[in-house]
């Protein structure tokens, strides 16, 4: 039996550039930094792709919020301030959604509440990992 596990997440700022990466996994292809800034500009247009060529022009679409494929998905949780969440986890994961909506709860509360953090740029905070790695990181029974 195989346990649902979260690969990578990723946080894009309002201008599709990476701002933050952490992979939870080793069971991904490694990417240089190049390739992981292609990835999320990439992802960035496909996003804003999906949210213009909606079908439904009652209301503004919130975009791409699930990529599926055999060997991974990938859940993106749009801010209200443009910020994108990205989470990798493998196929089906049953709670990828809720899973963004508390790592964004834990952003608000460690990253945006860090007077030192300039928004749009580059996170590091080491509280934000730790609470991540905690909340993220599998059990080394799961790997």
Not at 90 to 104: E, I, K
């Amino acid at each position: 039996m195989s346990f649902p596990i979260v690969h990578s997440l990723w946080i894009l700022n309002k201008a599709g550039g990476l701002v933050y990466l952490r992979s939870f996994s080793d069971q991904l292809p490694g990417l240089n930094t190049n390739e992981q800034l292609v990835l999320a500009g990439t992802l960035h247009g496909v996003h804003a792709i999906c949210s213009r060529i909606s079908p439904i022009t009652t209301s503004k679409s919130s975009g791409m919020q699930l990529l599926e494929s055999d060997s991974f998905d990938l859940t993106v949780f749009l801010t209200r301030t443009g910020t994108k969440f990205v989470l990798i986890t493998t196929p089906g994961h049953p709670a990828s959604q809720a899973l963004l909506n508390r790592v964004y709860e834990i952003y608000a509360d460690t990253v945006m509440k860090n007077p030192f953090h300039i928004p749009e740029m580059p996170i590091r905070n080491e509280m934000f990992d730790t609470a991540l790695d905690g909340f993220l990181r599998p059990p080394d029974f799961m790997t």
